[in-house]
T-cell receptor, first 115, second 113 residues
Framework: ETGVTQTPRHLVMGMTNKKSLKCEQH?????MYWYKQSAKKPLELMFV???????ENNSVPSRFSPECPNSSHLFLHLHTLQPEDSALYLC??????????????FGPGTRLTVL | AQSVTQPDIHITVSEGASLELRCNYS??????LFWYVQSPGQGLQLLLK??????LVQGIKGFEAEFKRSQSSFNLRKPSVHWSDAAEYFC???????????FGAGTTVTVRA
């Protein structure tokens, strides 16, 4: 699967560290998404970008800072995280159909552990 | 807002047996419905989707799902499971005029030999 890639696949960080997650899509899509997946909970939408513009911030704490330099790349900058932020972070992309539901394609995720 | 319920947290099925995973949604108009599968350590892979038309949808890996408006359901089925079908399955619903998806909590499928 090379449509949506994420790096790193695993990350362990302390609460005072600063790290970044990277997502890249090779599908020619214009919308990109960050989700948080915690054990036995539904996926939580965090951020949405459409044509590099942020269109959704789902009440995410400021210790998570997204960046979308172009339609193919999406970053999630992390700083002063808490242990409860440990989860699988999934990136997804879709064509620009922001007025309607479109199929989202997911990356493999980054497994984040905060110590 | 739309929502999804997957009543079964965990299902165990024998290899070669049939499988049915339940999904119930809540949405006032015609929903857009999806089934995704997540293998251990992997992201979500789209199995099939329903936007309109024929209510019986065929997907990849031999899966199918049927949209039943009267029951607000979109159940996933496979006639004969393989050991490689062991994974977590997620149902999701979207709405016309809203790009966001709502996901269920998932059903874990274990396949025994």
């Amino acid at each position: 699967e090379t449509g949506v890639t994420q790096t790193p696949r695993h990350l362990v960080m302390g609460m005072t560290n600063k790290k970044s997650l990277k997502c890249e899509q090779h599908l020619g899509h214009n919308a990109m998404y960050w989700y948080k997946q915690s054990a036995k909970k539904p996926l939580e939408l965090m951020f949405v970008y459409n044509f590099k513009e942020q269109t959704e911030n789902n009440s995410v704490p400021s210790r998570f800072s997204p960046e979308c330099p172009n339609s193919s790349h999406l970053f999630l900058h992390l700083h002063t995280l808490q242990p409860e932020d440990s989860a699988l972070y999934l990136c997804a992309s879709s064509f620009n159909k922001m007025a309607d539901t479109d199929t989202q394609y997911f990356g493999p995720g980054t497994r984040l552990t905060v110590l | 807002a739309q929502s999804v319920t997957q009543p079964d947290i965990h299902i165990t099925v024998s290899e070669g047996a049939s499988l049915e995973l339940r999904c119930n949604y809540s949405y006032g108009a015609t929903p857009y419905l999806f089934w995704y599968v997540q293998s251990p350590g992997q992201g979500l892979q789209l199995l099939l989707k329903y936007f309109s038309g024929d209510t019986l949808v065929q997907g990849i890996k031999g899966f199918e799902a049927e949209f039943k408006r009267s029951q607000s359901s979109f159940n996933l089925r496979k006639p004969s499971v393989h050991w490689s079908d062991a994974a977590e399955y997620f149902c999701a619903v979207g709405a016309q005029g809203d790009y966001k998806l709502s996901f269920g909590a998932g059903t874990t499928v274990t396949v025994r030999a």
